[in-house]
């Protein structure tokens, strides 16, 4: 025992040397083991960094940029604005069919870039625009098959729309060639809803079985812009190509008589959906601010559109509408829900009363409300064309620029 005592004594009188030995001898132990995860671990970090210079050296160049490789990418940056042009120029074509005139003039305006001047022979060709664009608003009309009795007294047509809601511009003097360029884009937009009306109804019969009954109101411009994108992108200040002096009294007509239509017909009453807001429209009613965008190659408006169609055939009629003239882009769709069933057209008295039969067959219950926004979008004529028109129309300024 005392043994015992005596080497616990020397130990503890000894336990500093003895700690070192211990601390020693688990240095050696766990030496190994550390070093191995240490090792481990450096060489997922060396492969690491090897995999990442592999990646990069893929990318390495002896050559330095130098007039040699600055010529490169010149040449490949011509090709890539060559086939910009290119496509540019195959989408313009084809616009340029849809930009139709009254037929008086459309040989000679046609070919023209949006807001070229068109005011020769002292505004001649101004004149004849101004003459004929009732008859040419008729025409647009027209193609709605609107209903209308013929000469037997018999109801015709596929389509109850007021010819009103075909144009808002009207003359009260000679236009100037920006007005009748927006006049008529505004044309070009209608003719472009009126496009897929009629082809979505060309095969109903009548009123009954069409998937567009009611043609309401055509917005551009501030009417055209969706909620979505008012709540989103707060207060959307829209373009403008021109301006027009202001005159808050100069809107669409309104109760007191109204505009005559193109039925020949005196229509009453306010359009639905338009002066949503004070106007620019000025002394012809046409108002310039209507370009959500514009730059070099195209222009954008906002349009909306409001319906009274068959429920069944929405699906059908969007369709249509994606893929009207002009790049419809389709950015909000509401769907009106009915309580009531809505009241046939006064002249088609020979249609069953309303709710006699069921919902599936009685055309007045499965009418409802289709109200859809996006924006239109419009070429404008390629450089190289646009060239080539200035050369045609001002030759001796063309030849000046030359000289220079």
Known sequence: MDKVKIGAQFVWTHRFWFSIGM??????????????RLLRAA???????????????????GVHPNPKTIAAAGTKNEEITGDVEEMWTKLYNEQQKLMIWP????????????????????????????????????DIWDMLEPLRFNEEGEVIGKVDSPGEVISRAFWSRN??????????????????????IREVNKNATGWKDAA????????????????KSAVTKGDIQLQSKLELPENPNSGMPGDEGGMVNYGG?????????????????????????????????????????????????????????ANADFHFHINQVSVGVRAEPVETPQALLEIRQVGESGVRDDAAFNSVRLQV????????????????????????KSLEQQDQ
Do not use: C
């Open 23 to 36: 601390v020693a001898l688990l240095a050696i132990i766990t030496y190994p083991s550390g070093s191995a």
């Open 43 to 61: 060489e997922a970090q060396k492969k690491k960094l090897e995999g990442v210079y592999k990646d990069v050296s893929g990318f390495k160049s």
């Open 103 to 138: 037929a008086r003039i459309q040989q000679r305006f046609q070919e023209r870039p949006f807001g070229a001047d068109l005011s020769e022979d002292l505004g001649r060709y101004l004149i004849i625009y101004k003459d004929n664009f009732i008859d040419h608003v008729a």
């Open 175 to 196: 236009p100037k060639s920006m007005e009748a360029w927006l006049a008529q884009e505004e044309l070009w937009i209608q003719l472009a809803i009126v496009k897929v």
């Open 212 to 227: 567009v009954r009611e043609l309401e109101y055509v917005g551009i411009g501030y009417d055209g812009i969706d909620s």
């Open 265 to 321: 017909r005196s229509t009453g009453g306010k359009v639905r959906g338009w002066g949503a807001r004070p106007s620019n429209r000025g002394n012809q009613n046409i108002d310039p601010e209507r370009y959500l965008e514009m730059n070099e190659q195209f222009r954008t408006v906002p349009v909306s559109v409001s319906m009274l169609v068959d429920q069944r055939k929405i699906p059908e009629i969007l369709a249509a509408l």
């Open 373 to 396: 926004w996006g924006v239109m979008r419009f070429y404008e004529m390629p450089p190289k064309m646009k060239e080539a028109y200035d050369a045609k129309a001002n030759p001796q």
